[in-house]
Antibody, heavy 119, light 113 residues
Framework: VKLVESGGDVVQPGGSLRLSCAAS????????LTWVRQAPGKGLEWVST????????HYADSVKGRFTISRDNIRHTLSLQMNSLRAADTARYYC?????????????WGQGTLVAVSS | DIVLTQTPLSLPVTPGEPASISCRSS????????????LDWYLQKPGQSPQLLIY???YRASGVSDRFSVSGSGTDFTLKISRVEAEDVGVYYC?????????FGGGTRVEIK
C-alpha cells in the first residue's frame, strides 16, 4: 500500500488549494479514505472522511463549508479542495486509508504535504 | 463531539522499565450495536507519519510488539508498554471512531531519561 500526497504550497489567506493523494497497492474503491492534519508542533486533527463509493462524506466543523473531499475510483486518487483558507489551516496534511468501506482504523498513511497560509 | 483527554503530556522513561498512558473519553466508546470499543492508539515517531499500534481497544496492529497492551473499558483506557525500548520514543495518540467527528487525544510525548 502506498499513499503519496501532493499539492501543498504557500497560499495567501482567503486563497484556495487542491491537495491530492495518489494511492496504489490495494483495491482503491473498497475502502474509505481520510484526511488528517497536523499544525506545526501540534497534535493530530481529523479533517474529513469519504466512504469507498464517495456517497457519504464527513467534515470537521473547522473546515465544513470551506473544504470538499472527493475521490476518483478510476484514477485511484483522493482530493481535498480547500477554499477560503485561513492561517489556522497551516499544517501538514496526511491522507490515510481506512480498514473498511465506511470507516475503520488507519494502518496506512502517506508522508504528508505541507500547506502554509500566510500573507 | 467526543473529547479524549490524555495524561501525562510528557513521560520520561528508563529503558527496560514499564510505562503507562491514560486516555479518558467524555462518552462511552462502546458501540451499541456490534459491541466493539472503537478506540485506537497511534505512535508518531520523530519526523515520521503516525503508525497504528492498537485498534478496537485491544487488537495489536500487524508487526506491533506484544510489549504493547491496552486495558480499560467504556470511557477510561490505559496503554501499557511492558518494557520500554529506545525505539518506542515519540508521541502517542488515542483516537475514537465510534462516531463522527473522529477525535484524537492531545498526545503524550514519551522520551528516554
Amino acid at each position: 500500500v502506498k499513499l503519496v500526497e501532493s499539492g501543498g504550497d504557500v497560499v495567501q489567506p482567503g486563497g484556495s488549494l487542491r491537495l491530492s493523494c495518489a494511492a496504489s497497492g490495494f483495491t482503491f474503491g473498497s475502502f474509505a479514505l481520510t484526511w488528517v492534519r497536523q499544525a506545526p508542533g501540534k497534535g493530530l486533527e481529523w479533517v474529513s472522511t469519504i466512504t469507498a463509493t464517495g456517497d457519504t462524506t464527513h467534515y470537521a466543523d473547522s473546515v465544513k463549508g470551506r473544504f470538499t473531499i472527493s475521490r476518483d475510483n478510476i484514477r485511484h486518487t483522493l482530493s481535498l479542495q480547500m477554499n477560503s483558507l485561513r492561517a489556522a489551516d497551516t499544517a501538514r496534511y496526511y491522507c490515510a486509508k481506512a480498514d473498511y468501506y465506511d470507516s475503520g482504523s488507519y494502518q496506512y498513511w502517506g508522508q504528508g504535504t505541507l500547506v502554509a497560509v500566510s500573507s | 463531539d467526543i473529547v479524549l483527554t490524555q495524561t501525562p503530556l510528557s513521560l520520561p522513561v528508563t529503558p527496560g522499565e514499564p510505562a503507562s498512558i491514560s486516555c479518558r473519553s467524555s462518552q462511552s466508546l462502546l458501540h451499541s450495536v456490534d459491541g466493539y470499543t472503537y478506540l485506537d492508539w497511534y505512535l508518531q515517531k520523530p519526523g515520521q507519519s503516525p503508525q497504528l499500534l492498537i485498534y478496537a481497544l485491544s487488537y495489536r496492529a500487524s508487526g506491533v510488539s506484544d510489549r504493547f497492551s491496552v486495558s480499560g473499558s467504556g470511557t477510561d483506557f490505559t496503554l501499557k508498554i511492558s518494557r520500554v525500548e529506545a525505539e518506542d520514543v515519540g508521541v502517542y495518540y488515542c483516537m475514537q471512531r465510534v462516531e463522527f467527528p473522529l477525535t484524537f487525544g492531545g498526545g503524550t510525548r514519551v522520551e528516554i531519561k
